[in-house]
């Protein structure tokens, strides 16, 4: 059984618990609770205001049945993320809210744990451009041809959105710019190291009160966030061989239905199937046949939500020929079979 909640704000679905509660690591009565709603599941959303431009968040809760979501992200937001439990489990990344309306899906059974910390104006934009300034000069690029796009679509917007907006990020961009930002999916995830999980550890067992519990926290969120921008490192490739991949990912992209063979693909980028198996790990961390996977997903993802097609259709456009096949990609990576995507998307547009 899948629940369906339409809701003005992300997290709106949670009700107001108490930092008394047990369940919780540690807390102080400035934070703010909430809690699961019982008939969903269990367990709470922690907020420790560290500074008026800066949040840390504790969040651990388990569902009992599916949930789907579609609401407001809170915009002019810079969100780094730790999962410590989950399918993203030991991974971290970089979430810019950008004000616009949100189709999520929350699997039962699945623990969401993690560690969040928030920067909010003015902070938020110097954070945003130390991880752009992290990036490859070939995912500038990407991040550029993205900012020019939202500044022709929203004439105030600057390193991200000021304002809240009444459409999907996917109704913003077309298919084939929404198609290029997938290779960002990949440069704004990051392995959490062990030096990471040690302050993570520290955040989590504070032995502090009152004001001293607060900067000790505050010292250790900025402490992470400065792990997590440091341990971006470059590709150890030459910079003709990192382009060499881009261009790669590039015509996976382009030609999703019928993509080339991996030996045709290393010839057409002038390198060969080693090169560019080994390539695409350092790059995106996944094969080139994991990066055309997650390609044929997100792009079917954006037809299922843009495009009055059938589920068949949209299928039979990514390059799968069995709707089973795909819908069972699809559930594996969304949360949901893409039939019951299509209609909430559907429900939200209507």
Avoid at 305 to 323: D, K
Wanted: proline share 5%; net charge neutral.
């Amino acid at each position: 059984m899948t629940k369906r909640l339409v809701l003005d704000n992300w997290n709106d679905w949670l009700v107001p618990g108490s930092p008394d509660s047990l369940r919780l690591h540690h807390s102080d009565a400035s934070d703010r609770v909430w809690v699961c709603p019982p008939d969903l599941g269990g367990g709470y959303y922690q907020l420790i205001p560290l500074r008026d431009d800066m949040d840390l968040v504790i969040l651990d809760y388990t569902l009992h049945q599916d949930v789907v979501i579609e609401a407001l992200d809170d915009g002019n937001l810079l969100e780094f993320t730790f999962y410590l439990a989950g399918s993203d489990k030991g991974y971290s990344f970089f979430c810019p809210s950008l004000g616009f309306k949100q189709l999520g899906v929350k699997q039962e059974r699945k623990r969401f744990f993690k560690v969040e910390v928030f920067f909010k104006q003015p902070t938020l934009i110097s954070y945003f451009q130390s991880f752009v300034e992290h990036l490859s000069p070939q995912a500038q690029l990407i991040v550029e041809r993205l900012i020019q796009h939202m500044n022709r679509y929203h004439s105030r917007w600057p390193s991200v959105i000021n304002e809240k907006s009444d459409a999907f990020v996917e109704q913003l961009f077309p298919g084939e710019l929404y198609s290029e930002a997938i290779a960002l999916n990949y440069v704004t995830r990051q392995s959490i190291t062990t030096a990471m999980k040690q302050v993570i550890g520290q955040i989590l067992s504070c032995p502090y009160q009152g004001a001293t519990r607060r900067a000790y926290l505050e010292k250790k969120a900025l402490e992470l966030v400065g792990l997590r921008l440091n341990a971006m490192t470059q590709p150890n490739l030459k910079d003709e061989e990192i382009d060499a991949i881009y261009q790669a990912a590039a015509i996976l992209r382009e030609q999703v239905k019928t993509p080339p063979t991996i030996e045709m693909l290393a010839r057409q980028v002038g390198t060969n199937r080693l090169k560019l198996n080994q390539g695409f790990h350092e790059v995106f961390g996944t094969t080139p046949f994991g990066y055309l996977r997650d390609c044929r997903i997100w792009q079917a993802r954006w037809q299922l939500m843009m495009l009055e097609r059938s589920v068949n259709e949209v299928a039979a456009s990514v390059g799968y020929s069995s709707r089973s096949r795909f819908a069972t990609a699809f559930r594996q990576r969304m949360g949901v079979n893409p039939k019951m995507f299509q209609m909430q998307a559907w429900q939200w547009a209507s």
